[in-house]
Nanobody, 123 residues
Framework: QVQLVESGGGLVQPGESLKLSCVASGMVFKIQDMGWFRQAPGKQRELVASITSKGDTDYEDSVKGRFTISRDNAKSSVYLQMNSLKPEDTGDYYC?????????????????WGQGAQVSVST
């Protein structure tokens, strides 16, 4: 059974940074593509960053140049470094394993959602 535990959220001011962490279990992590999703208040959850098992990364347009996804296979962990945060980055952030076609309606996840990490960007 796949389990995902996110951490590192918080309340920050615009322009500040946060780093989210996610520890995964119940999967062969080193061969699993991973992603970070964001669910803004009143909106659907969307994929904002992905990383393949080989370390190739991709990002949703609104976070390109500001967010960096990385992974540590030895720790079964995936990270999201978020810089130059904006109020529109506010939301709950979740990690999950990815399948299907990323950054499309055909993206699929491989596990149940964790509790998420709450990020609030406000003055």
């Amino acid at each position: 059974q796949v389990q995902l535990v996110e951490s590192g959220g918080g309340l920050v001011q615009p322009g500040e940074s946060l780093k989210l962490s996610c520890v995964a279990s119940g999967m062969v992590f080193k061969i699993q593509d991973m992603g970070w999703f964001r669910q803004a208040p009143g909106k659907q959850r969307e994929l904002v960053a992905s990383i393949t098992s080989k370390g190739d990364t991709d990002y949703e347009d609104s976070v390109k140049g500001r967010f960096t996804i990385s992974r540590d296979n030895a720790k079964s962990s995936v990270y999201l470094q978020m810089n130059s945060l904006k109020p529109e980055d506010t939301g709950d952030y979740y990690c999950n394993g990815l399948a299907g076609y990323y950054f499309s309606d055909l993206v699929r996840i491989v596990g149940s959602w964790g509790q998420g990490a709450q990020v609030s960007v406000s003055t």
